[in-house]
């Protein structure tokens, strides 16, 4: 399983991407050459990652006891070891499940994720010291979760300067079908604004294969994107061998649009049903997911009981009617339930059937309000407590328009095989559903999170939702 800060490192992308290629070619020793040269750099990657990013993390503990042993302890005192190790072990278990250090183009993802994974750190030192109590100074604690912050940060800055200077010379060529390429057109004009890469040109003629070669070096191509039919074509396959050992990256159209979009291709939805059981996959990572979303169910309830007045005395002056709007939503596994807001539309016009938009004329003055502040959305706190909905996750449509958006769109169910959300990726990596179509492209958006649910995926989405709300309103 990848997870969105697994995009931050796609050292063992190749692999996965260009398998095709591996006939092309024999080293001595009988291994396909392009497959030893894919291994080896993946395993150049992933030693690299380990060197500057997970192997500084695991020795931050003993600097902490350094720091400790020089300023605070007792002169002549010696430390036992075996706590350090542990508190290690622990920094190295939490860097691995929030995907730090994250390598990416986002300022903020990098805020986020410093600051999930050091309280994670203090959190489970802290709860560490219940079961033996004394091992840890509280210093060390305390000077852990602060280095861990500052490294996070320190290796965060470097990696947002080189993947947005990256970012800029990204140059993609794609062949593919001809149905293919005007979807790969629409979905890179439509894409999210974040993207860092340019489209040079797309080859859907099998008379223009032989121009292949001489199209990637012209554009300055860095990514070459292959097509179901051209990675069974001899001439494509030779091209796209050289091209590689010269350094440019081969890739399919799924791989492709799972990494520099974000989401599942169209082309390969039907296929989407052969991917592995959701549960076996993401069976580790629920239980800390639902802790978590106890949690923030717990702090949001605390910030519901405090807007509750304030929300309760413009709804009596420029709101009139009931405070709470109720629906029943698609859940978890296709079960229904009941969904709790705050009421943003006149009384009776709720029922009004029609896809919602943002200048929608049932919604009242006071309610856009709101709804311009995620107000509205406070009461669904009480939903993520009762285990109904999630954080993050897919959003939750209306009953009625599920079945309908079923019938119409192939393995639309298959988002239900993870638990709603209050926010989600395809809400932060698209925009306001208001028709099937855009409820089509969404579902790209929900598939690729329900193969990639992880805590660092949640992470970069909780990341993304803070900077859509500062950016635009999140609407």
Same mark, same amino acid.
């Given at each position: 399983?990848?997870?969105?800060?697994?995009?931050?490192?796609?050292?063992?992308?190749?692999?996965?991407?260009?398998?095709? &290629?591996?006939? #092309?070619?024999?080293?001595?020793?009988?291994?396909?050459?392009?497959?030893?040269?894919?291994?080896?750099?993946?395993?150049?990657?992933?030693?690299?990652?380990? @060197?500057?990013?997970? +192997?500084?993390?695991?020795? &931050?503990?003993?600097?902490?006891?350094?720091?400790?042993?020089?300023?605070?302890?007792?002169?002549?005192?010696?430390?036992?070891?075996?706590?350090?190790?542990?508190?290690?072990?622990?920094?190295?278990?939490? *860097?691995?499940?929030? =995907?730090?250090?994250?390598?990416?183009?986002?300022?903020?993802?990098?805020?986020?994720?410093?600051?999930?994974?050091?309280?994670?750190?203090?959190?489970?030192?802290?709860?560490?010291?219940?079961?033996?109590?004394?091992?840890?100074?509280?210093?060390?604690?305390?000077?852990?979760?602060?280095?861990?912050?500052?490294?996070?940060?320190?290796? =965060?800055?470097?990696?947002? $300067?080189?993947?947005?200077?990256?970012?800029?010379?990204?140059?993609?060529?794609?062949?593919?079908?001809?149905?293919?390429?005007?979807?790969?057109?629409?979905?890179?004009?439509?894409?999210?604004? /974040?993207?860092?890469?340019?489209?040079?040109?797309?080859?859907?003629?099998?008379?223009?294969?032989?121009?292949?070669?001489?199209?990637?070096?012209?554009?300055? *191509?860095?990514? @070459?994107?292959?097509?179901?039919?051209?990675?069974?074509?001899?001439?494509? +396959?030779?091209?796209?061998?050289?091209?590689?050992? /010269?350094?440019?990256?081969?890739? =399919?159209?799924?791989?492709?649009?799972?990494?520099? +979009?974000?989401?599942?291709?169209?082309?390969?939805?039907?296929?989407?049903?052969?991917?592995?059981?959701?549960?076996?996959?993401?069976?580790?990572?629920?239980?800390?997911?639902?802790?978590?979303?106890?949690?923030?169910?717990?702090?949001?309830?605390?910030?519901? &009981?405090?807007?509750?007045?304030?929300?309760?005395?413009?709804?009596?002056? *420029?709101?009139?009617?009931?405070? %709470?709007?109720?629906?029943?939503?698609?859940?978890?596994?296709?079960?229904?339930?009941?969904?709790?807001?705050?009421?943003?539309?006149?009384?009776?016009?709720?029922?009004?059937?029609? %896809?919602?938009?943002?200048?929608?004329?049932?919604?009242?003055?006071?309610?856009?309000?709101?709804?311009?502040?995620?107000?509205?959305?406070?009461?669904?706190?009480?939903?993520?407590?009762?285990?109904?909905?999630?954080? $993050?996750?897919?959003?939750? /449509?209306?009953?009625?328009?599920?079945?309908?958006?079923?019938?119409?769109?192939?393995?639309? =169910?298959?988002?239900?095989?993870?638990?709603?959300?209050?926010?989600?990726?395809?809400?932060?990596?698209?925009?306001?559903?208001?028709?099937? /179509?855009?409820?089509?492209?969404?579902?790209?958006?929900?598939?690729?999170? #329900?193969?990639?649910?992880?805590?660092?995926?949640?992470?970069?989405?909780?990341?993304?939702?803070?900077?859509? @709300?500062?950016?635009?309103?999140?609407?």
């Amino acid at each position: 399983m990848r997870s969105p800060t697994g995009w931050f490192d796609r050292s063992d992308s190749d692999e996965r991407a260009t398998g095709t &290629l591996a006939a #092309v070619s024999t080293s001595e020793d009988g291994r396909p050459a392009t497959t030893l040269a894919l291994h080896n750099r993946s395993t150049l990657g992933t030693t690299r990652r380990w @060197l500057t990013g997970w +192997l500084p993390i695991a020795l &931050l503990p003993f600097v902490a006891r350094f720091v400790h042993a020089d300023v605070r302890a007792p002169t002549g005192t010696t430390e036992p070891l075996l706590p350090y190790l542990g508190l290690a072990l622990l920094c190295l278990l939490i *860097a691995a499940l929030t =995907g730090a250090p994250p390598r990416t183009s986002a300022s903020s993802d990098v805020l986020v994720n410093a600051i999930g994974t050091s309280m994670l750190v203090l959190g489970g030192a802290a709860t560490s010291q219940v079961f033996w109590p004394l091992s840890l100074p509280r210093f060390v604690i305390l000077l852990t979760a602060a280095l861990v912050f500052a490294w996070l940060m320190l290796y =965060g800055a470097i990696s947002v $300067v080189s993947l947005r200077r990256a970012g800029a010379a990204r140059r993609v060529v794609a062949v593919v079908n001809p149905t293919d390429g005007d979807q790969l057109r629409t979905d890179v004009d439509d894409g999210p604004w /974040e993207q860092h890469f340019a489209l040079v040109d797309v080859i859907t003629d099998e008379d223009d294969y032989p121009k292949v070669e001489s199209i990637v070096r012209n554009g300055r *191509a860095t990514t @070459l994107v292959l097509g179901t039919r051209a990675s069974v074509h001899p001439d494509v +396959l030779q091209t796209a061998e050289q091209l590689h050992r /010269e350094g440019v990256q081969v890739r =399919g159209v799924d791989t492709f649009y799972e990494e520099y +979009l974000g989401k599942v291709p169209l082309s390969s939805l039907d296929r989407f049903a052969l991917m592995a059981d959701i549960e076996s996959v993401h069976g580790a990572y629920a239980p800390l997911k639902r802790a978590i979303d106890l949690a923030c169910a717990l702090v949001g309830g605390v910030v519901l &009981l405090v807007v509750l007045p304030f929300v309760l005395i413009g709804n009596l002056i *420029a709101n009139r009617g009931p405070l %709470w709007f109720h629906q029943d939503r698609v859940g978890l596994r296709g079960e229904p339930f009941r969904i709790w807001k705050f009421r943003t539309m006149a009384p009776g016009a709720v029922d009004v059937s029609g %896809w919602t938009s943002n200048d929608d004329p049932r919604i009242t003055p006071f309610g856009k309000l709101l709804r311009r502040t995620h107000i509205d959305e406070l009461p669904q706190v009480l939903n993520i407590a009762r285990g109904e909905l999630a954080v $993050v996750g897919p959003r939750p /449509e209306q009953i009625t328009y599920a079945r309908q958006l079923e019938e119409a769109l192939p393995f639309y =169910g298959a988002r239900h095989l993870v638990r709603p959300g209050l926010t989600g990726w395809a809400q932060v990596r698209y925009r306001y559903a208001a028709s099937q /179509e855009d409820a089509a492209v969404k579902l790209q958006y929900d598939l690729y999170y #329900v193969r990639h649910e992880s805590l660092a995926t949640d992470l970069r989405i909780i990341s993304l939702t803070f900077r859509h @709300l500062v950016r635009d309103g999140g609407r």
